[in-house]
């Protein structure tokens, strides 16, 4: 009997593991479309640990003594958003997590992980944060986004106006002075291109006519690159609604420093009329 019983545990054990594991697989083959999956997400490793306690700036502690943070989400800037999403967080502690981790810490020494709850139905904790309008979708310093399908769940949660899309939409290119005032802080900005100018070592995608200010979204030579592999040429963006999302710097006006292709979504006019 007792055999039994413990074969039993192992087994369901066993069940909610591959559960858990499935639900990051799943997520990594939605991010990575004919399995082609970017350099920069290569080499995640399946892994288990306990969530111990949630550290600021939405740091995870692990049993294991290490500390990591969820990819493909940027914490957010403001003190309640931040404080709402570690309770969302803590409110999972204590319990083990299937994970997939990347094979180098980042240089803070944390392991950049996606990660799922094994006890009972598996919960996804960067997808629980975004889809709750928690935290908002970011590549960090990384030049993919690992986890695409992320994109979707932010945009489910914006149009319920949960969390931080509470009242708080992606700020129009053409409130210029609204986006000097976030200098140095996170910002989803939506608008029209109005011109694109390829340098050699950078590409400018320009929301203002030329002699106006207004908002500029640079792309390193390498990203532009991957844009244009995927159909995003400056023929194409020329004149079409986009959302873009970076740090905001000031550097002639308003300035979105872009790192990964995804961080630019191309809006078609239906998604327009309705924002």
């Known amino acids: 009997m007792g055999w039994t019983t413990g074969m039993t545990g192992r087994m369901a054990a066993l069940g909610l593991v591959t559960g858990s594991l499935a639900l990051l697989t799943g997520a990594a083959e939605a991010a990575s479309p004919r399995g082609r999956?970017?350099?920069a997400c290569r080499g995640r490793v399946a892994g288990q640990d306990r969530?111990?306690?949630?550290?600021a700036g939405g740091e995870l502690v692990l049993a294991s003594g290490r500390r990591a943070r969820l990819d493909g989400l940027r914490w957010p800037d403001d003190p309640a958003a931040a404080e709402a999403a570690r309770a969302w967080l803590v409110g999972l502690a204590g319990r083990s997590l299937a994970t997939r981790e990347a094979p180098?810490?980042?240089r803070w020494g944390r392991i950049t992980l996606d990660a799922?709850?094994?006890?009972?139905?598996?919960v996804d904790l960067a997808g629980g944060l975004v889809a709750a309008g928690l935290a908002p979708v970011d590549a960090g310093e990384?030049?993919?986004l690992c986890r695409p399908g992320l994109l979707?769940?932010?945009?489910?949660a914006r149009r319920a106006g949960r969390g931080i899309w509470a009242g708080?939409?992606?700020?129009?290119a053409e409130e210029v002075g609204r986006l000097a005032a976030l200098a140095g802080r996170f910002a989803v900005v939506e608008g029209r291109v109005r011109n694109v100018g390829e340098r050699e070592r950078r590409t400018y995608l320009n929301f203002a006519p030329f002699g106006t200010e207004g908002v500029t979204v640079t792309v390193s030579k390498r990203t532009w690159r991957i844009m244009l592999e995927r159909g995003f040429s400056a023929v194409a963006l020329r004149g079409r609604r986009v959302r873009a999302r970076g740090i905001v710097e000031l550097w002639r006006g308003p300035t979105l420093d872009v790192g990964a292709a995804e961080m630019i979504e191309m809006l078609d006019e239906e998604q327009a009329q309705r924002r």
């Open 116 to 122: 799922a709850t094994q006890e009972g139905e598996p």
């Open 104 to 106: 180098e810490p980042d």
């Open 168 to 172: 708080a939409p992606p700020v129009p």
């Open 152 to 156: 979707a769940l932010e945009e489910a």
């Open 142 to 144: 990384g030049d993919s």
């Open 37 to 39: 999956e970017p350099p």
């Open 51 to 55: 969530l111990e306690s949630v550290a």
